[in-house]
C-alpha cells in the first residue's frame, strides 16, 4: 500500500477543506408564486411540496 512520504500539515488539511465552507446553498423557484425556497424541500412560504399542500401555510 502506498504511504505518504512526509507528514500533511494541520495547516495544509485546514485550507483545504475550507475551501468547501463558503459554498451558497442552491435555490429552487416556485412555479406558483416565484418564491425561491430549498431544493427537495417544502416550501415554507405556502407549504407546498411537488404540487401538493402539505402544511398549513397560515404558521
Known sequence: M?????????RRSRLRRGANRF????LAKDPMDGT???PHRV???NGMY???????AAL
Do not use: C, L, Y
Open 2 to 10: 502506498a504511504n505518504p512520504k512526509r507528514k500533511q500539515s494541520k
Open 36 to 38: 425561491s425556497f430549498r
Open 50 to 56: 411537488r404540487g401538493r399542500q402539505v402544511i398549513d
Open 43 to 45: 416550501n415554507p412560504n
Open 23 to 26: 459554498e451558497e446553498s442552491q
